[in-house]
């Protein structure tokens, strides 16, 4: 361990009625709007050294944000630290390693991999953090076939509560904790992770007509089931908007958004995917072909301007047909729903098996539901139900939480996610880096 160095921090503070207040609060998810006493906009691991130094001489708990996309609450009281500067990116092809900024997004370390032929464990949409993601194990599209995001975690650089820089090199407990146990851990500045040599998906999405759903989600259930480990899915039930810049034919349409991608190339891609073309369901759009790696965003085709969202999420125990029917019977055609969707992962593969050291939830879970609707004040009163709603209707087949899908509605029961053993270790590596509970606000952070 060694102490990090004071740093000049006049500069980096910023509070609410100082201009640039709002652009370094600013979320993805504007459903929650942050106001924190002070936010520190780090430009360094010393700067955040820093941050929790000014935390603990104002008695403020500390919170941290790259890129708001994971936020559940509005943070109110605390010294936020903005990560966002921290977006160094360095790859070492020969090593296939990628050492990437505490507040990198998945599209950075995208557009430095790809022109050496490799590619992250990243998710669906690559605006997403890197730490945030792997923080909660971390699950997309390459999972099956490599494990889940911070299976590839090999060290990380973190600001303890105490104001310490940690290398995990050193600290073998804080990595395993790092991988999967979501928040509380201190605050990463650096992480390295593996890369993967992809360069090429067979892949994307076939939007169907939402009133087939009934037909399309019990042959996909059975159909993802018997996919190897290189072919990933998912499905789900999205009720588009009248949005002009979608294609005119998905515009304000209800549909069945299945998506699909393998590593194994174009031939293999396309006779893995023919039971699902073969279906007796004319699709609106059939956008499945090659592509390069670093488009995998139009996959999950998952929005990319800030939105306000409400979302709640469970793992799944199996997908009987009684399973499928609950889900119809709340998001699926002919239900007047506020839902924006409702989504099911198919997991399994690579996904359950892990290092030796690690936190990662639910493993053995085959599938995961993931609901999300729009939190507009005209629906304020109505999503915050409808939302979690969705999964409570799926609560015979519930097989647990997934800490990076949890939503604000569900914050709560993050400890519900690992065995006790698992939790026990957790919380004894948060009382050992953060012993004065300065991170006790950060995000959804088990023990509370
Ligand atoms: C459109 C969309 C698509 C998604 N797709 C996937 C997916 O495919 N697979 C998946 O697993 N998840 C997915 N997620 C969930 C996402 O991984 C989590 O919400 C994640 O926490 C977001 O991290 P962030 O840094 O972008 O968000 P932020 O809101 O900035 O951070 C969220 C939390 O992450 C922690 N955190 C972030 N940076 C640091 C840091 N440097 N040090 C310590 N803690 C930190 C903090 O607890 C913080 O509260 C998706 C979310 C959205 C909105």
């Known amino acids: 361990m060694t102490a990090a160095p004071a740093t000049s921090t006049a500069s980096l503070a910023i509070r609410s009625h100082d201009p640039g207040y709002d652009a370094a ?202 996919l190897p480990e290189h072919a990933s899915s998912s499905v789900a039930l999205l009720r588009l908007p009248p949005d002009p810049s979608l294609p005119p034919p998905l515009q304000g349409r209800f549909v069945v958004h299945l998506r699909f991608t393998t590593t194994a190339g174009a031939d293999d891609g396309a006779a893995l995917l023919a039971p699902m073309r073969g279906l007796d369901v004319e699709p609106i759009a059939d956008m499945v072909g090659e592509m390069p790696f670093a488009a995998i965003d139009a996959v999950h085709a998952d929005p990319t301007d800030p939105m306000p969202v409400w979302d709640a999420s469970t793992l799944l125990t199996d997908l009987p047909d009684a399973a499928l029917d609950a889900l119809l019977a709340v998001a699926g055609p002919g ?56 999964v409570d209707a799926l609560a015979p087949w519930s097989a647990g939480v997934l800490p990076n899908f949890l939503g604000a509605a569900r914050a709560g029961v993050i400890g519900r996610a690992w065995d006790d053993a698992t939790l026990a270790r957790l919380l004894a590596t948060q009382r050992r880096v953060d012993p004065d509970g300065l991170f006790r606000q950060v995000g959804t952070r088990v023990g509370g």
């Open 25 to 226: 609060v600013a979320t993805f998810n504007t459903a929650h709007r942050p106001r924190p006493d002070l936010v520190w906009e780090a430009r360094s691991p010393d700067d955040v050294a820093a941050a929790v130094r000014r935390a603990r001489a104002e008695g403020l708990p500390v919170t941290v944000q790259a890129t708001g996309h994971g936020i559940a609450s509005d943070l109110a009281g605390s010294l936020l630290v903005s990560t966002r500067h921290l977006d160094d990116v360095r790859v070492d092809p020969g090593r296939r390693v990628a050492v990437v900024g505490g507040g990198a997004t998945w599209t950075q370390v995208i557009a430095a991999t790809t022109p050496h032929g490799l590619a992250p464990v990243c998710g669906s949409s690559s605006g997403v953090g890197v730490a945030g993601f792997l923080l909660g194990g971390g699950h997309g599209p390459l999972s099956r076939e490599f494990g889940v995001g911070s299976d590839h975690l090999r060290r990380a650089l973190v600001v303890t509560g105490t104001g310490e820089l940690v290398d995990t090199d050193d600290d073998p407990d804080l990595l395993a904790a790092l991988r999967g146990g979501k928040a509380g851990f201190g605050i990463v500045v650096e992480l390295e992770v593996d890369l993967h040599p992809v360069t090429r998906l067979y892949g994307g999405g076939i939007f169907l007509p939402g009133e087939a759903a009934p037909e399309v989600l019990p042959a996909w259930r059975d159909w993802v089931t018997t």
């Open 335 to 390: 239900v007047e729903t506020p839902l924006i969707m409702a989504e099911l992962r198919a997991f399994g593969g690579a996904i359950t098996r892990g290092p030796d050291l690690d936190s990662v939830a639910g493993r053995d879970a085959p599938f995961a539901l993931y609901a999300l609707g729009p939190m507009v004040p005209e629906l304020a009163g109505v999503v915050p139900v409808v939302v979690p709603g969705v």
